[in-house]
Nanobody, 126 residues
């Protein structure tokens, strides 16, 4: 069983910084893409940033130049550095891992499955 665990959320003043981290655990063979999404109260979940296994990144326009996603493949972790935070960044942030292939009971890698973390709350307020 693969699990994604987020950490690093909290309360920060406007203009401040936070660093989120997501760690994938389990008998993982490979992960295609990893990323961060967020959901503000009363709104749909939206993409924040994604990163492929070879390091290509994609950002929502609203966070370009302020947020930086990275990936440590050896540890299956995805940090998200968030700078110049704004009140509109307030949301629950979810980690996502796409096409996760894990080692099953046969010892062979499974087909790819998508996983989500449970989320971490980021509140930007004075």
């Amino acid at each position: 069983q693969v699990q994604l665990v987020e950490s690093g959320g909290g309360l920060v003043q406007p203009g401040g910084s936070l660093r989120l981290s997501c760690a994938a655990s389990g008998r993982i063979f490979s992960i295609k893409d990893m990323g961060w999404y967020r959901q503000a109260p009363g709104k749909q979940r939206e993409l924040v940033a994604t990163i492929t296994s070879d390091g290509s990144t994609n950002y929502a326009d609203s966070v370009k130049g302020r947020f930086t996603i990275s990936r440590v493949n050896a540890k299956d972790t995805v940090p998200l550095q968030m700078n110049s935070l704004k009140p509109e960044d307030t949301a629950v942030y979810f980690c996502n891992a796409e096409k996760v292939r894990s080692i099953g009971a046969t010892g062979l890698p499974s087909d790819g499955v998508d996983y989500w973390g449970k989320g971490t709350l980021v509140t930007v307020s004075s």
